[in-house]
């Protein structure tokens, strides 16, 4: 297949400073949970994403030195030398698969507790840390032989950045991220010298950076200058207006304007809570201010979107991490005509979660993202199957569709068998208020399946395990998913509650279409994702007067991983959920609801209210534990092994069962079914020369 005409204007090259990219698609600074811990892991990440078509890929966040130090999150460093061979591997890997190697040179400032280095973090003014957890550390306002200092360090980082083999160098300004940015917003800066002050005075310290950055790297490399359009607090912060005037007096400094909202859990917002390109109405009038060329993310996956961007001038190049990650192929694709092979990104932030639990991140749409190199998993490709081989594939959810589609890939003849609708949890997940994009998971897999001429795809067969043995399959795995309990145990209740004869609804009922019988419901939510406030959501908006009742401290506060309990608090608040946290269920009966402070012990009784127990999963397991009563009927049957995947073996994210159907298929061996192999690690090098372990050694260092 060749390139729809169409599409050309995004393979134009496109000059930035004294580099030229290849094409448009531009892979800008993101995080992934592995950074200078896993660093040949990482490298493999990003060579991946240059083997798909991306004309420029860059690093995430590297911090410059100890004072800007981010743990306990795991970027990467630029501290010293020390950290050149990581970064120089991972500019080799981008440019040896054809890309532009991009570095993100950053100091976190307010954002940097230090924890690491114990240094004391510096910024505009003395002013508690702005970092995620509230750490007791405060910033230092940095004096003019500070900013002096750092004008150095700065430019030495980007010497070094150079050495390690990067053509763009980046001068971090964005998200709250970056020192200059603390600069910028007036209300982090009230400096009364000639850093603070007026929009040219607060813009000082990033024009003096991008002017050294230039001095010392701009004759061989671009010096692109990330920087946030809006903090979306008002005039108090960085807005629309004042972004176009800080950009219009810097307009021609940088050779690229990296255009993003602050903080980043603006920037990076799922669909749940933005659709599309929803950055838009804030980068539109930035265009003319400057010659330079303008990326900008939006989590864009529709080729014809990206085209008119282009065309209508508003972006030059098409910014991309999620869908950089959710298909590092993308570009590939568009070029060959392939875009209903495009795997596109649902929007749900689980590759955020990854940072934010300091883990190599995972992607619910592909499941080899962060372990490229680690189990040598590829987004697009997998070792075919040496023998022929026949394998049963029971249940069309996530797991199953995955497992189903990568056997076939390997060119194996894959039965997929499914009782009812083809997607499982996800269609299901997906009629759900904010949740429509999810649907991808399903569309992307049985597209797929569906063109691929070893699977076929058996709907409307509930199989039983007579059915099983019956049909001669050496290899099943069984992918049927799992059922919400509804007796109140989960983390809190290890037994079930008393619920008598109460109004009782699990989340499958809800989904399933039934409703509380009460114009009152509490939703006990113990679970903690967004399950508890998509319920509250939906429930509400149908006139059902809603109190969510949890444990946490705050509704769905697992979602501080993926961005988002701020906006579900938010929301559900504003459409008039109660929330009532820090209480666990006690009980049912009747017609009354019974739930307890988790502190004091002290009862709150409901009256004229039903329940809804958003709590735990339980496996539907039966299917593989009647064929493991019959294990003795196996061998005539032929049958060699049956294998729980997905929820089916434990319930978990949408993400962990598409990544079990992923291993199902590549750990796959036809003479024995699946074989569990191993994950490379990478062991940090023990350090060299003295340590001291006596006071003897110490007083002689
Ligand atoms: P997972 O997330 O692990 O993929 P899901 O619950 O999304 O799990 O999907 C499980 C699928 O398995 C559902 O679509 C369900 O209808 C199907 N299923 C369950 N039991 C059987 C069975 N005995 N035969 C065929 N399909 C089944
Ligand atoms: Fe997109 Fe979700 Fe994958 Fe992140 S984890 S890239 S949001 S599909």
Redesign the pocket.
């Given at each position: 297949m060749s390139r729809d005409p169409r599409y050309d204007i995004l393979f134009e090259p496109v000059k930035i400073g004294p580099v030229t990219t290849k094409n448009r698609f531009y892979q800008v600074p993101h995080c992934n949970g592995m950074g200078y811990r896993d660093a040949t892991a990482l490298a493999t990440m990003r060579a991946i994403k240059a083997e798909g078509g991306w004309g420029v890929v860059c690093t995430e966040q590297v911090e410059i030195h100890p004072t800007g130090d981010i743990a306990p999150f795991i970027e990467l460093r630029i501290w010293d030398d020390q950290d050149l061979p990581m970064l120089a591997r991972i500019a080799e890997a981008v440019k040896v698969k054809g890309a532009l190697a991009g570095l993100q040179l950053a100091h976190n400032s307010m954002n940097a507790p230090n924890l690491y280095s114990r240094e004391i973090p510096l910024g505009p003014m003395d002013l508690p840390v702005y970092s995620y957890f509230s750490d007791p550390v405060q910033v230092r306002g940095m004096d003019k032989q500070d900013i002096r200092d750092f004008r150095k360090w700065h430019r030495d980082a980007a010497l070094r950045a150079k050495r390690a083999g990067f053509d763009l160098i980046y001068v971090y300004a964005g998200k709250l991220f970056g020192l200059p940015m603390y600069f910028l917003s007036r209300r982090f800066n009230q400096r009364s010298d000639e850093y603070g002050g007026s929009l040219e005075n607060r813009a000082r310290f990033l024009k003096e950076l991008i002017e050294d950055t230039k001095d010392a790297v701009g004759d061989s490399c671009a010096v692109p200058c990330r920087i946030s359009v809006d903090e979306m607090v008002g005039e108090e912060g960085i807005h629309a207006a004042e972004a176009q005037d800080i950009i219009g007096h810097l307009a021609e400094l940088p050779d690229l304007w990296d255009l993003t909202l602050s903080g980043w859990e603006n920037d990076s917002q799922t669909s749940r809570f933005a659709e599309e390109g929803y950055q838009l109405p804030f980068i539109k009038g930035i265009k003319p201010l400057t010659s330079k060329p303008i990326v900008s993310v939006g989590r864009y996956t529709s080729p014809d979107l990206m085209v008119k961007l282009v065309r209508d001038g508003v972006i030059d190049l098409i910014g991309a991490a999620r869908p950089s990650i959710a298909d590092p192929f993308l570009p590939q694709k568009i070029a060959q005509g392939r875009i209903e092979d495009i795997r596109e990104c649902i929007g749900c932030n689980m590759c955020v979660a990854g940072d934010f639990t300091m883990t190599p991140s995972r992607c619910t749409q592909n499941p080899s993202f962060g372990d490229e190199w680690r189990r040598g998993w590829h987004p697009e490709v997998i070792r075919p199957v040496e023998t022929s081989a026949r394998v049963l594939v029971?249940?069309?959810?996530?797991?199953?569709?995955e497992a189903a589609m990568m056997l076939g890939r390997r060119g194996a003849e894959v039965a997929l068998?499914?009782?009812?609708?083809?997607?499982?949890?996800?269609m299901r997940e997906a009629r759900l208020p904010g949740l429509s994009a999810w649907k991808r998971v399903a569309d992307y897999r049985l597209g797929q399946i569906q063109a691929a001429p070893g699977i076929t795809l058996y709907r409307d067969?509930?199989?039983?395990a007579e059915d099983i043995l019956g049909f001669g399959f050496a290899h099943v795995a069984i992918?049927?998913?799992?059922a919400w309990r509804k007796d109140g145990v989960g983390r809190r209740l290890l037994r079930p509650a008393p619920l008598g004869d109460a109004d009782v609804l699990s989340p499958d009922e809800l989904m399933a279409g039934q409703r509380p019988r009460h114009r009152n419901v509490v939703i006990y939510d113990d679970d903690h994702y967004y399950m508890g406030g998509v319920l509250a959501e939906l429930l509400v908006r149908e006139g059902f007067g809603v109190s969510v009742v949890t444990p946490a401290a705050e509704v769905s506060t697992w979602m501080r991983m993926t961005m988002e309990q701020l906006f579900v608090q938010h929301r559900l608040v504003n459409l008039g959920v109660r929330i009532v946290s820090h209480h666990h269920l006690v009980g049912a009966d009747g017609s009354r609801v019974t739930y307890a402070c988790g502190f004091t012990g002290r009862e709150t009784v409901v009256d004229d209210c039903s329940l809804v127990t958003v709590t735990a999963r339980l496996p539907?397991n039966g299917?593989a534990r009647a064929l493991a009563a019959r294990r003795q009927d196996w061998a005539a049957a032929g049958l060699g092994s049956v294998t729980l995947?997905?929820?089916?073996l434990a319930p978990g994210t949408?993400a962990a069962?598409v990544w079990?159907?992923r291993r199902y298929a590549e750990e796959f061996d036809p003479e024995q079914g699946p074989v569990a192999a191993t994950m490379r690690r990478e062991v940090t090098g023990l350090a060299q020369g003295p340590f001291y372990w006596d006071a003897a050694t110490a007083a002689a260092k």
């Open positions: 029971v249940g069309a959810g996530p797991a199953g569709l068998a499914e009782q009812g609708e083809p997607g499982g949890r996800v067969s509930a199989l039983t992918a049927t998913g799992s539907h299917l995947i997905g929820d089916a949408i069962a079990a159907g």
